[in-house]
């Protein structure tokens, strides 16, 4: 009987409905439906056969995905499906968790970053992150943007000020902040806070930008604010974004990846995902009939 | 409740009724904690400032100069001093009993007295009583009777006498402090020179043998030294004579309650007034000079007079160091703890061990410091560097270096779980936020995680200073003495003598109030040494907090 059901949801016959998601939560394991678009793209990063565990805990599964250079990537799913464990990968930031296990690589550009070999601190530099909740450090505006560049050991102020201004324009902060400089970034509000350290992510120029609900914890007008900024960013970095609302996931992406319980489910153009996605497990998730 | 469907009260109409609500009970509102709580505190702050009260209302008062009565007693006894205590009888009414400081230790053998209060037929405060601290034999009481200069008697009535004790006394003090200055400073430089000289000499025994050329050298050096210190030593003997011979010409001749007469020369006294004629000013005056003596000078009398200065200085330099050696250790060892070792048993015991440590008895510190800094590292310092010392030791013994660093061990643990906890407050995400932009693990603690940790840390550090400059019982064994000739900073090259043992306010106190052959004259200095010390401490604390939030605005300017 159980078997029947495998086959029947794997050919896509019978009723399908919710039982994929079912049968993934009783330890079944399906290939992810990529959608034919996604080929034609220019690949910045490669997911391979990945998994991880917190200690006993799996939390990926063989996740299989190719990241779209110079687009953007959102990352959907109810909570705890490994949407930010995924993200934390790909800057090796999970590393720092000592009970953390990992199975499978990432390449950029081709090369691989779980590689023995590999420096860690190196690679984070090529890629910038910015945080569910705002982490400025406690410094200047000014040494908060410059930061990436004052671990480099960088001194020469004229870059540092030509660096910080095109960062914080770069980050639509710059009118806002130019007067202020060398306050603390503590004191800035919650969305300039964020986008500050967007800004600070993009000063060390990243060929990645990874965001982890970058608008979770702001106002719909200051999520508004990031949302432009993102679709100002795109081009020029390859973003890949982690998003708990759906709206801001359609409305900033190229490209979408469904995940669940650890498997991703279905990756497509944005477009169609949201509309006609191959999945009736997608469709019930972006509908909100679930999750 | 509009939640219940009309099945559920068909089937159980009981759950319909409400459960009882505990509004009534006293405790679900609350106010018996609150009072709770709030009475423990209140418990705890009154027994400090209790305590501080207590303090500073007997350390304030030492210095006031009281009055000064003359009794007379049923047996015909005439007692003159100033009471120190008062007792009651618990049966009688008749009152009880004082204790009279009565002075004068040199003629009368005592130094106080207990009169019963029935005894007592007669209190008068003669206008011309004379409180007279000297620098030797304590404090005398009397009247003056005559003034003599050279021999001769220039004034017979009280008030003469008087008026020329205070003519002369400052030029005879002066006189007396140059001599103090000759016989300890001009000597001591000599003696540094000549002990150079002997030193020289030794070295090149040790070195090169006895009758080696250099051996010669020095030893020639040594007796043109010798010759020079012998012409020094005779220079400073005329000068410290003649300074003796023109103090000599000043004495005041008084006369005791019991009509005994004593010749006080000028020099031998610090301080004299009549301390029943003083209006409040005089006694302000007086009350204020003797602050200023307490804190500038050096002791008297076994230490139950005069200054703690030596005792000031030894506190501050001894906690200074302590605080710069146990910063540095306290700090990377809690980062090792806290950002680099990985959690496991190991370090769970290691955490155990060093909050155990806070409760080792602080003597156990001491003679530890004792058997490890003075008779191994100090004595292995004297072998490697002050061979030509030996047999006495250098380094070798009790110094306020190796005090610093016993106290810095005994405070390592308070740093080392502040220090923790200051780095376990940083939230994750700043950590986070700096890896991903590339930092490594150092450029991470040094430039967001120490400078966010350091008000904490700074806190931790204002606990270990309060701590170490309480502690006493370990620096009986690791260089706290009762009277330092010299102190562990002077001009002396090379400057700073971490060797040198020193005086500390905590073991002043001890000493005062527990070894001192007149204790009960030396119980108020307890209160005033104690006062200083509470002082000093919240002195330093005053610094540090003032560091800590001076730190806390450069590190960052907004909320912490």
């Known amino acids: 009987m159980a078997e029947q059901l495998v086959d029947s949801v794997k050919e896509g016959t019978g009723d399908a409905h919710m039982s994929r998601l079912a ?225 801001q996931a359609a409305r900033t992406s190229d490209y979408t990846a469904f995940m669940y319980l650890g498997h991703l489910i279905e990756y497509g153009p944005t477009d169609r995902i949201f509309v006609r996605p191959h999945l009736r497990d997608t469709m019930d998730y972006v509908t909100g009939r679930f999750g | 409740m509009t939640t219940t469907t009309k099945n559920d009260v068909k089937s159980e109409p009981v759950s319909r009724r409400r459960r009882k609500r505990s509004r009534a009970s006293l405790f679900s509102q609350g106010e018996p904690m609150v009072w709770l709580t709030g009475g423990g505190l209140v418990i705890s702050l009154l027994m400090i400032v209790g305590l501080l009260v207590l303090v500073l209302f007997h350390g304030m008062g030492t210095f006031w100069p009281s009055e000064l009565p003359r009794f007379v007693t049923k047996d015909g006894q005439v007692v003159m001093g100033e009471v120190t205590r008062q007792q009651r009888y618990e049966d009688e009414d008749s009152g009880g009993r004082k204790l009279v400081r009565t002075g004068n230790f040199d003629l009368s053998g005592e130094h106080f007295r207990w009169i019963d209060d029935s005894s007592i037929v007669d209190r008068t405060l003669p206008p011309w009583a004379l409180v007279i601290e000297r620098t030797e034999w304590g404090i005398f009481y009397g009247f003056p009777k005559a003034f003599i200069f050279e021999g001769e008697t220039v004034a017979a009535d009280p008030a003469g006498v008087y008026e020329k004790y205070q003519e002369y006394h400052k030029e005879v003090s002066e006189r007396r402090e140059r001599r103090r200055k000759l016989e300890t400073v001009d000597v001591g430089k000599v003696n540094h020179v000549l002990e150079k000289a002997r030193l020289a000499i030794k070295s090149a025994e040790l070195k090169y043998g006895k009758g080696s050329p250099s051996w010669e050298r020095a030893t020639k050096a040594y007796e043109a030294a010798e010759q020079r210190a012998t012409e020094d030593f005779k220079d400073i003997r005329l000068k410290i004579d003649a300074l003796n011979r023109s103090n000599a010409r000043y004495v005041m001749l008084m006369e005791t309650a019991q009509g005994q007469e004593k010749q006080v020369p000028l020099a031998g006294i610090v301080r004299a007034y009549p301390a029943n004629s003083l209006d409040f000013t005089g006694r302000t005056t007086i009350y204020l000079a003797r602050w200023i003596e307490f804190l500038v000078d050096e002791p008297r009398e076994a230490n139950s007079e005069g200054g703690v200065y030596p005792a000031i200085f030894g506190t501050v330099v001894m906690t200074l160091i302590m605080s710069l050696a146990v910063m540095p250790f306290g700090i990377m060892a809690a980062l090792y703890l806290r950002e680099y070792a990985r959690a496991g048993t190991i370090i769970s015991i290691v955490r155990i061990s060093i909050n155990n440590l806070a409760g080792v008895p602080s003597i156990v510190f001491g003679v530890f410091g004792l058997g490890f800094f003075c008779y191994f590292i100090g004595a292995s310092i004297d072998q490697l560097f002050f061979a030509e010392h030996l047999p006495n030791p250098t380094y070798g013994k009790g110094g306020v270096l190796w005090a610093a660093l016993t106290l ?45 940790a350091m008000p904490g840390i700074m806190t931790g550090m204002i606990l270990a200073m309060a701590r170490g400059a309480g502690e006493v019982a370990p620096l009986m064994l690791v260089g706290a003495v009762k009277l330092a000739p010299e102190l562990p900073i002077d001009g002396i090259f090379p400057y700073i003598h971490a060797e040198r043992s020193f005086m500390h306010l905590g073991f002043h106190i001890y000493d005062l109030g527990f070894q001192s052959q007149n204790s009960e004259a030396a119980k108020p200095m307890v209160f005033s040494t104690t006062l200083l010390l509470i002082g000093i401490v919240f002195l330093l604390n005053v610094v540090a907090v003032r560091l800590r939030t001076r730190l806390r605005k450069k590190f960052e300017s907004a909320a912490f």
């Open chain 2, 408 to 452: 810095a061990l005994l405070t390592l643990p308070v740093v080392i779980v502040a220090t923790e906890e200051a780095l376990s407050a940083v939230p994750n995400s700043m950590r986070e936020g700096s890896y991903a932009c590339g930092a490594s693990k150092w450029q991470t603690i040094k430039r967001i995680i120490l400078p966010r």
């Open chain 1, 23 to 247: 049968l993934i939560a009783e330890g079944q394991t399906f290939p992810t439906d990529v959608h034919d678009e996604l080929k034609r793209e220019e690949p910045i990063l490669e997911i391979r056969d990945f998994n991880l565990h917190y200690g006993e805990k799996q939390a990926l599964f063989d996740v299989e995905m190719k990241i779209s250079k110079g687009l953007v990537t959102a990352l959907i799913g109810p909570s705890g499906c490994g949407k930010s464990t995924l993200l934390r990968s790909v800057n090796r930031i999970n590393d720092l968790l000592p009970t953390v296990r990992i199975k499978g690589d990432i390449l950029l550009n081709g090369e691989s970053m779980y590689d023995p070999g590999v420096d860690v601190i190196e690679l984070r530099k090529r890629m910038g992150m910015v945080f569910q909740k705002p982490n400025p450090f406690p410094m200047s505006i000014y040494e908060n943007v410059v930061y990436p560049l004052r671990i480099d050991g960088e001194r020469n102020k004229d870059i540092l000020d030509e660096v910080c201004e095109t960062s914080l324009k770069g980050a639509a902060l710059w009118e806002e902040m130019k007067d202020r400089l060398h306050e603390s970034a503590l004191g800035l509000s919650g969305g300039q806070q964020q986008r500050l350290c967007i800004a600070r992510a993009i000063a060390a120029e990243p060929e990645v930008l990874l965001m982890d609900e970058p608008c979770s914890a702001l106002d719909p007008i200051a999520t508004n604010k990031i949302e432009d900024l993102i679709e100002q960013l795109k081009g020029d970095y390859s973003i890949l974004i982690v998003t708990h609302n759906m709206q």
